[in-house]
């Protein structure tokens, strides 16, 4: 782990240590791996400072020349894709296959976004003689972000690149379990010429530091991806400011399988995708609506690949999934499982920890889960899957919206008019058909219900970090 970088914080274009560091631990080994610095008052209030002249600047920058500045930045981040990788693999454990991946992704939604801060069009209003309407876009201010573990590079990158591009400055809490990813944006955004104090990145006390950034009147907009709770929490602190908010929140993704599709096919998609970063994503495919008609067949051919899963260190090139991120998933998925089997739920496979070094589970699957248990409301945020027959369309559809989370949903047919049904009744903000894709750079992302407000990525990406200012301009004086 000798690429593992020294870890900062970054205020003000410099980074800096602190007084007080703790740990970062490798999740395959438990063994430490790096010392984060965390921030006191006085260096969130020297990012404060630093984002308050950045914006100023930045605001002013001609929006081509914010994009050159994605673009080299997203290049210097492809130039350096094995050393980031190695590190994300290092913190979070997922395959270094998959680091690499993210990495990719991170460069995309820079690009992307780049590419959009010369598009962020206004218009003009057709008007009376005399008079002209029109309406201008233009950035919202300073930007506090926070971004999850769960995706160290391609989360931080999502928040950052919409900042920037559309002329913000931004304070971004990156995770203190997966700093590395938010570390190497950082260095590469210095490298491609990004002023001082458009970009500060701070690691310490969740709650001190959104507590202590979403109560300054000069924080503009809170960007947050993670918990439905903790979003919840987030969102009345800057309401009590009057301050908008983009919350990318939990999901429970429902996968409905009609009777009509490729089954092996389907029950491998599903299998494969749903072990994908140790099931740690919020658009995870976890809850399958099964016709009964074809349900011994797809529980199956999907127990059979969830079992052949190979688990263990990413280092390891053969790996095809890593550890969790941390003890506390352990012991949650645990709690999940044995309450499922003690209402009725049938364990194929999995179900516990594996080996006594690491934060490794087995893939597991539940089949007949009665919706009594908790698992059918809780995101499990694991590789857990939920196997269960429906008799139709309709049933499935309706338990695909039982929950209070609609974030990502997927169905799988060969008949338009399945799919029609699908994509006009599930309860989602994205809905995708023969496929598990849920997000790409130029698509919104976002959810509905309780998992959350705002989108992220396509033509729609950049609004929330803009305001909407209209504009009547009389030429005399009325």
Not at 233 to 249: G, I, S
Not at 332 to 346: F, I, P, S
Not at 387 to 414: C, D, M, Q, W
């Amino acid at each position: 782990m000798s690429t593992y970088p020294d870890l900062h914080l970054y205020i003000d274009g410099e980074f800096r240590k602190t007084k007080r560091d703790l740990p970062v631990l490798n999740p395959a080994t438990e063994e430490e791996i790096g010392r984060l610095p965390h921030a006191d008052t006085g260096d969130l209030d020297d990012a404060l400072a630093a984002a308050a002249h950045g914006f100023k600047a930045w605001s002013q920058t001609a929006p081509v020349d914010r994009a050159n500045v994605l673009y080299r930045a997203a290049a210097l981040m492809r130039e350096r894709q094995e050393e980031i990788a190695t590190a994300i693999t290092a913190e979070h454990g997922k395959p270094l296959t998959q680091a690499r991946l993210e990495v990719i992704r991170g460069c995309e939604f820079f690009e992307w976004d780049a590419g959009e801060a010369t598009r962020t069009y206004g218009r003009v209003i057709p008007s009376a003689p005399g008079i002209r309407y029109s309406v201008h876009h233009q950035p919202i201010g300073t930007v506090a972000a926070f971004s999850p573990w769960n995706f160290p590079m391609s989360q931080p990158c999502r928040k950052v690149a919409g900042a920037v591009a559309s002329g913000c400055s931004i304070i971004l809490k990156a995770s203190e379990e997966t700093p590395a990813g938010a570390l190497h944006i950082a260095r590469a955004l210095q490298d491609a010429g990004l002023p001082p104090g458009v970009l500060n990145l701070v690691f310490g006390t969740p709650a001190q530091i959104s507590d202590h950034l979403i109560r300054d009147e000069q924080v503009r907009l809170v960007a947050f991806t993670g918990s439905t709770a903790v979003g919840r929490h987030l969102t009345t602190l800057a309401a009590q400011h009057m301050t908008p908010v983009l919350m990318e929140l939990g999901g429970h993704a429902p996968v409905i399988v009609c009777e009509d599709t490729d089954v092996e096919a389907a029950a491998m998609s599903g299998a494969m995708r749903k072990m994908r970063n140790a099931g740690q994503v919020c658009t995870s495919p976890t809850r399958f609506f099964v016709h009964e008609s074809i349900f011994d067949e797809y529980v199956e051919v999907f127990v059979r690949r969830a079992a052949s899963t190979v688990v263990g260190n990413g280092t390891d090139p053969n790996v095809e999934m890593g550890p969790l991120a941390n003890d506390r998933r352990i012991t949650a998925l645990t709690e999940l499982v044995e309450d499922a089997r003690e209402q009725g739920a049938d364990l194929r496979t999995g179900g516990g920890r594996l080996g006594d070094k690491g934060y490794f589970f087995a893939p597991t699957v539940l089949v007949n889960v009665p919706e009594s248990a908790r698992v059918m409301q809780e995101e499990p945020f694991g590789p857990l899957a939920i196997l269960n027959p429906v008799a139709s369309l309709e049933e499935g559809i309706e338990k695909a919206n039982s929950v209070p989370y609609g974030l990502a949903a997927y169905g799988f047919t060969n008949r338009a008019d399945y799919a029609d049904r699908m994509i006009e009744g599930i309860e989602a903000g994205n809905v995708s058909i023969n496929t598990l894709e849920a997000s790409l750079p130029e698509t919104p992302f976002g959810g509905v219900k309780s998992s959350g407000y705002g989108r992220e990525g396509g033509t729609e990406g950049l609004h929330n970090y803009m305001i909407t200012k209209n504009i009547s301009h009389s030429f005399k004086i009325v």
